[in-house]
């Protein structure tokens, strides 16, 4: 037998992407369930925003607040602004959603500018999930954590202080950069795939580009960080004046405030940066056709997913425990990623395609050591199709 024919044996690839894209269209809400689901999504984190900020506001250190406003940013963050912008709701909302200073402020306040975001993520680093080009590829943008030389456990600190910091240290910059890709001085193709952090642009403002850089970012946290670092315990400081002054009730409500921002960085540290990395997830060289079986294959084989299966679990995880789906369809809402789920990992058990499934310690963990080095993404050179004798589960069970 050809080795040609062995592995349409192993895995018939057309088949396995008739049947996921079936199990997609079989599952597909209704307009009225859509809408239904969206309201109830903003609803609830209203609420949280509502009620942290009033709690964050009483004059007292209060833990249950920087749970509530870290909820209510990573909400906007993972759930209503990431489904948004990818267009799961309808391409109509995607048009205005946090488009120009109004929307931004009211839809999506936060250290990353909407428009780099679509620009970094949906274009970029979901057609070239887990390759050399993937912007949000792990084990290449903490190579310089591993080079430092450190002892392990000083390492793990190190990543430890990343997680806190790494929303506006790293992903505001790195998001950024690629809007700056076609101007003057900008690095080489080669190099311009490396992160770019907060800390390297203070080191390299000698630079033009790195400087125009650092300038345009500097006016993209701007407006979060007067409002909700300064305005807001300004307010609070105004609202609550006694005889003692205005100030401690401004210290208190910025300390609420800080604790909401380390919450809100280590939630979505677990959730978002940990779903592509692992020394069990696959490394690609070279790309692939969009909407391909190469394309929803590389989708589950570069991805983990976290428990699932109801609004409230879902909603703790961002509705990011869907990635495998995700991945492979975009632009689908997350009540559509809920429902194609068990069916989507029933297909992909009946052609052989492993899948992944772990609790965000044991993902967190994992990506840990990736980047200390204590592992490496597997690797397939090539089309993933073309050898599922490295992957398949029949392979390994023959």
């Known amino acids: 037998m050809s080795a040609e024919k062995d592995s349409k044996v192993l895995f018939d690839a057309a088949q396995f992407e008739h049947d996921i894209k079936a199990a997609r269209d079989a599952t597909k809400p209704s307009q009225a369930e859509e809408d239904k689901h969206l309201a109830k999504l903003e609803n609830w984190t209203t609420f949280l925003g509502v009620g942290g900020l009033l709690l964050a506001m009483q004059g007292a250190i209060s833990p249950t607040s920087m749970v509530m406003v870290g909820f209510y940013w990573y909400a906007k963050f993972a759930i209503i602004a990431h489904h948004s912008l990818h267009g799961g709701w309808g391409v109509k909302r995607r048009g205005w959603f946090a488009q120009g200073v109004y929307r931004r402020t009211v839809d999506w306040l936060d250290w990353i500018f909407p428009t780099a975001w679509i620009v970094e993520h949906n274009k970029t680093h979901h057609y070239y999930l887990n390759e050399d080009l993937d912007p949000d590829f792990v084990e290449r943008n903490t190579e310089e954590i591993r080079v430092l030389g450190l002892p392990k456990w000083v390492l793990y600190a190190v990543v430890a202080v990343d997680a806190l910091l790494w929303k506006w240290g790293y992903y505001a910059s790195n998001t950024l950069k690629l809007l700056h890709a076609d101007k003057p001085g900008a690095p080489s193709k080669e190099n311009f795939k490396d992160a770019i952090t907060m800390i390297q642009l203070i080191f390299r403002l000698h630079d033009p580009w790195h400087r125009a850089l650092a300038f345009d970012l500097v006016k993209i946290l701007a407006p979060k960080l007067l409002i909700n670092f300064v305005a807001i315990p300004m307010l609070a400081g105004v609202l609550h004046q006694t005889s003692y002054g205005m100030l401690p009730w401004c210290w208190f409500t910025l300390i609420n405030i800080v604790g909401a921002e380390a919450f809100t960085n280590m939630h979505a540290f677990a959730t978002i940066v940990t779903n592509h990395a692992g020394g069990d997830m696959w490394h690609f060289t070279g790309s692939c056709k969009a909407d391909s079986a190469e394309f929803i294959l590389r989708a589950t084989l570069g991805s983990t997913a976290y428990p699932a299966g109801n609004d409230f679990i879902d909603y703790f995880h961002g509705y ?71 992957w398949n589960l029949k392979a390994k069970a023959a």
Request: proline share 7%.
């Open 320 to 390: 990011l425990n869907y990635q495998c789906e995700h991945h492979a369809f975009p632009a689908l809402s997350p009540l559509h990623y809920q429902r194609l789920h068990p069916h989507f990992f029933r297909i992909c058990a009946e052609h052989g395609v492993p899948t992944v499934k772990e609790n965000i310690i044991v993902r967190t963990m994992k990506t840990a050591e990736v980047m200390v080095g204590n592992a490496k993404h597997k690797r397939i050179i090539g089309q993933a199709c073309d050898q599922p004798e490295l």
